[in-house]
């Protein structure tokens, strides 16, 4: 009994150990093909998010109370965890801007190499299509483009 035991015991630690892998290291890809990185119109960027990160992916799909939810993939093309800042406008179906309160700068970090998904739902039910803002750096200057955008819609 105690021999299969000890024979038990050495087949499991050697299943184990063989399934463990020597290389930790990760290298994050610099690069990302065309066919990652979505070219949107409704997407505006500025260069400071153009440098650090990519959107890979726009999705969408309706919620259970009609509302419309947005799901962006967000990639980091650096080595650095990078915060990047968004703000959507919204329309209703004939073009018009959908009334919200003012546009506020939201941020989200996106670790090294990593992609990252924000979940944007529409404010209002009318709403069904928008416009999204990104940029890597957030300060005064962004704050007042925002609101000239707002205003001039």
Do not use: H
Not at 30 to 40: A, C, E, I, M
Not at 75 to 90: E, G, H, R, S
Not at 94 to 115: F, H, M, N, Q, R
């Amino acid at each position: 009994m105690r021999k299969i035991s000890y024979l038990f015991i050495v087949v499991f630690s050697l299943l184990v150990c063989s399934c463990v892998s020597d290389d930790t290291s990760v290298e994050p890809n610099p690069t990302y093909s065309k066919s990652q990185v979505l070219n949107d119109p409704r997407v505006i960027t500025d260069d400071s998010f153009d440098a650090v990160c990519c959107l890979a992916r726009i999705g969408q799909e309706i919620q259970v109370n009609g509302r419309w939810q947005y799901k962006l993939l967000l990639a980091n093309k650096t080595v650095v965890p990078q915060n990047i800042y968004y703000f959507m406008l919204w329309y209703d179906e004939d073009g018009k801007l959908i009334a919200t309160p003012s546009p506020v700068w939201i941020s989200a970090v996106v670790l090294s190499g990593e992609y990252k998904e924000i979940r944007i739902p529409a404010p209002s039910i009318e709403a069904r299509d928008f416009r999204l803002y990104l940029q890597g750096r957030y300060d005064a200057e962004s704050r007042d483009r925002a609101k000239e955008l707002w205003k001039e819609e």
